[in-house]
């Protein structure tokens, strides 16, 4: 019996797609829609996705359940580490000073970088300690839900 690795990664990428896009982020797909997003005024927060176990297992539900808090930001997108390859390198050259970090959260303000939460900062720890990274930052930067 073989095994189809395309189908099982598709699906893993698919599965990781859907559990961000339904905790109410907006999937940004090409360098376009990231210039469109990021440059907007307001507060951003920008999930760098992967298919990574400490996305799946920290960061993901970090992002979902950081939300439920009385500052957030006015916009919640994600672009795809290794999947949508341009539409990240886009999203990272706003996060300047930083390298390229997946899974990692970038908050932005009227379209510049104010704090950055990188994988090292998310592999190791657990999921609570993530949202509360989140909740800090959007406690200093985010205006009352």
């Known amino acids: 019996m073989s095994i189809d690795f395309n189908f099982f990664m598709n699906d893993i990428v698919r599965q990781a797609r859907e559990e961000i896009v339904a905790a109410g982020y907006t999937e940004l797909k090409t360098p ?6 990021l440059t907007k005024k307001g507060t951003t927060l920008v999930m760098v996705n992967s298919v990574c176990g400490c996305a799946g297992g920290i960061a993901r539900p970090a992002a979902y359940h950081a939300l439920h808090y009385d500052k957030r930001p006015d916009q919640l997108v994600t672009v795809f580490a290794g999947q949508d390859k341009e539409a990240t390198e886009r999203a990272r050259s706003y996060f300047t000073g930083y390298p390229p970090s997946s899974p990692s959260f970038a908050l932005l303000k009227d379209g510049k970088l104010v704090t950055m939460i990188e994988r090292h900062e998310i592999e190791g720890h657990e999921p609570m300690s993530v949202v509360q990274k989140l909740q800090e930052a959007f406690e200093q930067y985010c205006d009352e839900v």
Do not use: L, N, Y
Request: aromatic share 0%; hydrophobic share 35%.
């Open 32 to 37: 376009e829609e990231v210039d469109e997003a």
